[in-house]
């Protein structure tokens, strides 16, 4: 049983460092140049029919996040709303 799982393993090894060299291997033929750039990575096909100097809508996301003066406000209102005491007195009901 022992052997049969050395055996399995031994193989598997070896496919798996094969199929890693075969992925370098096949990376270093990606890189060509178009007009002043570099291009590294293959073009997606949806990008095929886009030209130089086309206009594109651009999504980027930052560390930054704007705050929205209404979503700061109700945020603000919950909190005050959760730290209110109970009737009794004697314990302050705070749900977070």
């Not at 750039?37 to 999504?59: A, N, W, Y």
């Not at 003066?69 to 209110?84: A, G």
């Amino acid at each position: 049983m022992i052997i049969i799982f050395i055996v399995c393993w031994i193989i598997t090894l070896i496919y798996a460092i094969r199929l890693m060299s075969q992925g370098w291997t096949t990376g270093r033929g990606f890189s060509y140049t178009e007009g002043k750039r570099t291009i590294t990575k293959v073009q997606h096909p949806e990008l095929s029919e886009v030209k130089p100097g086309d206009e594109l809508m651009v999504v980027r996301f930052g560390d930054e996040e704007k705050r929205d003066p209404l979503h700061q406000e109700l945020k603000n209102r919950i909190e005050e709303l959760e730290d209110e005491d109970d009737d009794d007195g004697d314990v302050i009901i705070s749900r977070r």
